[in-house]
Nanobody, 122 residues
Framework: QVQPVESGGGLVQAGGSLRLSCTAT????????TAWFRQAPGNDQEFVAL????????KYENSVEDRFTISRDNAKNTVYLQMNNLKPEDTAVYYC???????????????WGQGTRVTVSS
């Protein structure tokens, strides 16, 4: 059992940056793929980015690929999502999720955090 915990959300103006963190106390977390999903009000949850356990494979949703960077520091049991040039349409609750294989669909993940809210003002 792994319990991811997100942090780093907040209010930022358009064009600004935030760095989200996803951490877990369980060492198993370092051997899992981890992804970020987001859900805006009234919308379905959508995939944002993923990283495999070793950090050498990443994938991004098209609209964030040139602005967001996912990375991990297994020595700190933490996965990061650096978000630059934020836009109002990035406003959502961001969730991190982990599992052994992972993928771009939420059903691929067993372990979920509670989410952190990101609000981008225009």
């Amino acid at each position: 059992q792994v319990q991811p915990v997100e942090s780093g959300g907040g209010l930022v103006q358009a064009g600004g940056s935030l760095r989200l963190s996803c951490t877990a106390t369980e060492q198993t977390f370092t051997r899992l793929s981890t992804a970020w999903f987001r859900q805006a009000p009234g919308n379905d949850q959508e995939f944002v980015a993923l990283i495999n356990w070793s950090g050498d494979l990443t994938k991004y949703e098209n609209s964030v690929e040139d602005r967001f960077t996912i990375s991990r520091d297994n020595a700190k049991n933490t996965v990061y999502l650096q978000m630059n040039n934020l836009k109002p349409e990035d406003t959502a609750v961001y969730y991190c999720a982990s599992d052994a294989v992972g993928g771009e669909t939420s059903s691929a993940y067993s372990y979920w955090g509670q989410g952190t809210r990101v609000t981008v003002s225009s």
